[in-house]
């Protein structure tokens, strides 16, 4: 059997840092500060909404992989064009929403597959880390959340599409159900010691990569550090020491 350590180190995990900024000049100051050598990048809603298609091209001309995150959700033909347009401004991951259904997944997949040129990875949204039971109870979805991570991640898998986000406390049944054949991106990754604040399941980076993520998407602890360069560094560490054990 394959060990959970063999499949991520195919390419060994990284952070994502999360720019949760609500403008262009808080954020570019905050990049200034990075490197894109030690991290990846994760443009949300709040700022893409406040800087645009134009603050991602700089980050791809920075030199930095981004991750646009804004969990397309919407008619099949509609999630497809976005899915194209996302692409258009070079970035390395964008993400629908696996509420979306079956044949939205598809059709984004499908889309992204035609195009000429580099294809960024496309990734499902299965359920928030912010959200829990009773959460899901109150919407009509029913059972425990790794239930209904396991239900859209299979969805995923069966639509063509490259990974999930999911919470690390789910990376290990995935890992274990589909191998590499899934890329595991998962939020509400703290180091020792963070405040967790609204996230509600959230794992170490050790944890989180020991369970079988691919990505580590890491915000505040970051973003809002005295010096963000040496938390980076002290992760990175703290990775390449899993692996040479």
Avoid at 7 to 36: G, H, M, R, T
Wanted: proline share 4%; glycine share 8%.
């Amino acid at each position: 059997m394959v060990s959970i350590l063999s499949i991520v180190n195919a390419e060994q995990p990284k952070v994502i840092v999360a720019l949760d900024f609500s403008n262009k000049s808080i954020a570019l100051n905050f990049v200034e500060q990075i490197n894109p050598a030690l991290c990846r990048v994760k443009v949300g809603k709040e700022l893409f909404t406040a800087a645009g298609p134009d603050f991602v091209r700089s980050l791809v001309k920075l030199g930095f992989d981004v991750f646009l995150d804004l969990k397309y959700h919407d008619i099949p033909n509609t999630v497809a064009g976005a899915c194209c347009a996302a692409a258009d401004l070079g970035v390395w991951m964008v993400n629908v929403h696996t509420l979306g259904g079956r044949r939205m997944l598809e059709a984004a997949n499908n889309a992204l597959a035609q195009r000429i040129g580099t294809r960024p990875l496309l990734i499902g949204v299965t359920v928030l880390t912010s959200m829990n039971r009773q959460d899901l109870n109150e919407l009509g979805v029913l059972g425990e959340p790794q239930e209904t991570v396991l239900r859209l991640a299979q969805i995923s898998v069966d639509s063509g599409l490259d990974g999930v986000v999911c919470s690390a406390h789910e990376a290990r049944q995935l890992r274990s159900l589909h191998g590499d054949q899934l890329r595991l991106v998962c939020p509400g990754v703290r180091p020792a010691g963070s405040v967790k604040d609204d996230q509600r399941r959230t794992m170490t980076p050790t944890e989180a990569i020991l369970a079988g993520a691919n990505d580590l998407v890491i915000g505040r602890p970051i973003t809002r550090a005295d010096n963000p360069i040496m938390v980076l560094k002290n992760i990175k560490s703290e990775i390449a020491d899993i692996f040479s054990t």
